[in-house]
Structure formats: structure tokens, C-alpha cells
């Protein structure tokens, strides 16, 4: 069993050298993926045993369309207002939309797809082309 000793065992305060408000984040219940994980499953006709695997790929997709497009994307209203009430929201966040979901889909397919780091005789990108051109439109921030 690990310990964590940066944490007062009487006060339960963090160390010092912790964030602020490293607690309230540490204990935050999970992120549930925007797009359900049966969608997910179906749009990549995968088996049951498959289930944790596509999980998995679907918060990665979700979390590299978010980063691509500098914002966050919400199931529907009373997500995002949550968000916004919780101060999680970020920069300009938006509901997702079928172009935001078929990009994410795109990218859980290409993960579920190409299991290992290296694919001998083929080309890799960070995001699939078409994911890249579906979410293009709503990225924010371009930066350098």
C-alpha cells in the first residue's frame, strides 16, 4: 500500500510545497467521458471484453480534442453550467456538437485501431487528418 506523506496526518492540510487548493482537486469525483462509452463501442464494433480498453481510448480522444481546440466541451446544458459554477469550465466552453463527436469517435477509432506505440510501413500524426479538419473550426488560442 502506498502512503502519502505530504499530507498531516492530524490536520490534513497539504505540505507546503503543495497548490493551494491541491485538495479540492485531488478529491473531485471522476470525469465522466461526454460521449457515452455504448456509442463509443458500437461506432467501433468492438466486444464486450473490450469495454475498459474503450474507455480508456474514449477519455483520451475526448481530452486530445479538448487540447487541440484549447477548450472544453460539455454533454449538455446542466453539465456546463456546473462547470461554470465549479470554476472548471476553462476558456470559452462550448456544448459539444456531431462535428465535436465525430471528431472524437475519429480518434478513439484510430486509438483503438493502432494499439502499439510503432506501426511499421505506415505514418503517424498526433490527431488523425480528419479529426485535425473537423475540429479546426472551433479552436481557440492558436498560439505558435
Request: net charge negative.
Amino acid at each position: 500500500m502506498l502512503e502519502v506523506t505530504a499530507i498531516s496526518h492530524q490536520s490534513m492540510k497539504p505540505a507546503s510545497w503543495l497548490p493551494r487548493d491541491w485538495l479540492q482537486h485531488s478529491i473531485r469525483r471522476p470525469k465522466m467521458n461526454v460521449i457515452s462509452t455504448d456509442e463509443a463501442m458500437r461506432h467501433l464494433r468492438a466486444e464486450d471484453d473490450d469495454r475498459a480498453d474503450v474507455e480508456l481510448y474514449l477519455a483520451a480522444a475526448e481530452d486530445s480534442a479538448a487540447q487541440f481546440m484549447n477548450r472544453r466541451f460539455f454533454a449538455d446544458q446542466t453539465a456546463l453550467d456546473a462547470a461554470i459554477t465549479d470554476g472548471a469550465a476553462g476558456d470559452r466552453p462550448i456544448l459539444i456538437n456531431p462535428t465535436i463527436r465525430a471528431a472524437c469517435l475519429l480518434i478513439v477509432g484510430n486509438l483503438y485501431g493502432n494499439r502499439e506505440d510503432v506501426v511499421v510501413g505506415t505514418i503517424s500524426s498526433e490527431l488523425p487528418g480528419g479529426s485535425r479538419s473537423l475540429l479546426t473550426p472551433y479552436r481557440i488560442g492558436w498560439g505558435v
